[in-house]
């Protein structure tokens, strides 16, 4: 088990830092030009990616990963819904800088993320690695929380226009989903998820770093 959780750690860690490091060439080669062409340049190895995550939640499930399910799932899902249900639904929300903005942050937290996990599976554990691991997300995950909103507020005017995904019912029902108001109702599903989130992460840097913790084994 330990060496297909590092050879899933190393797939993530593949794709993410294809994705990060294509952003960044694209970025020097074309300048602001590229941020708009984001998703289409990088969008399936994301989706791919994403997709592939959902058996971190499966891992928990069966024992073979001990972190915490619930904001485990919290995560994965807002990374869902805003990627599947938000951004690949919209073509006129895939053009926007915060696509860019979004891909950015997470692929910065993933590669970390993945590396030190990659490293953890072999008992090896650097110091710098696993502080930047607890920490970085402490600035960064909030931020990745405010993309996503905006994204999803950027998107409402074209889901209210072309009623994608809005469902209204034919006689004898009188029932109907407008979509746009299940958006506005994830946001702040989104936020008071970001809240416990943020709980989540500074119990787990206490934990490994917070008294001194941090393991500094060699192998």
């Given at each position: 088990m330990n060496m297909y959780l590092f050879v899933y750690d190393l797939m993530q860690f593949c794709g993410h830092s294809w994705i990060f490091t294509n952003m960044i060439i694209r970025f020097m080669t074309f300048g602001?030009?590229?941020?708009?062409?984001?998703?289409?340049?990088?969008?399936?190895?994301?989706?791919?990616?994403?997709?592939?995550?959902?058996?971190?939640?499966?891992?928990?499930?069966?024992?073979?990963?001990?972190?915490?399910?619930?904001?485990?799932?919290?995560?994965?899902?807002?990374?869902?819904?805003?990627?599947?249900?938000?951004?690949?639904?919209?073509?006129?929300?895939?053009?926007?800088?915060?696509?860019?903005?979004?891909?950015?942050?997470?692929?910065?937290?993933?590669?970390?993320?993945?590396?030190?996990?990659?490293?953890?599976?072999?008992?090896?554990?650097?110091?710098?690695?696993?502080w930047l691991n607890f920490s970085l997300c402490i600035p960064l995950y909030p931020l990745s929380v405010l993309a996503k909103g905006f994204a999803i507020c950027v998107s409402l005017p074209y889901f209210e226009s072309f009623g994608t995904y809005s469902i209204k019912l034919p006689f004898p029902f009188t029932f109907s989903i407008y979509f746009p108001y299940v958006l506005k109702m994830y946001l702040l599903v989104l936020f008071a998820g970001m809240c416990f989130i943020i709980r989540n992460i500074f119990s787990e840097r206490m934990a490994h770093i917070g008294k001194g913790n941090i393991k500094n084994k060699r192998s």
């Open positions: 602001k030009d590229s941020l708009a062409d984001t998703f289409h340049s990088i969008g399936l190895v994301m989706r791919l990616c994403q997709l592939l995550s959902v058996l971190e939640i499966l891992h928990i499930l069966i024992g073979i990963d001990k972190s915490r399910l619930l904001p485990r799932v919290l995560q994965i899902t807002e990374r869902i819904i805003v990627l599947f249900v938000v951004i690949n639904s919209q073509e006129e929300v895939q053009g926007k800088y915060v696509v860019c903005v979004l891909f950015f942050l997470w692929n910065l937290l993933d590669v970390v993320r993945y590396t030190y996990n990659m490293l953890a599976r072999m008992g090896i554990y650097y110091l710098p690695l696993t």
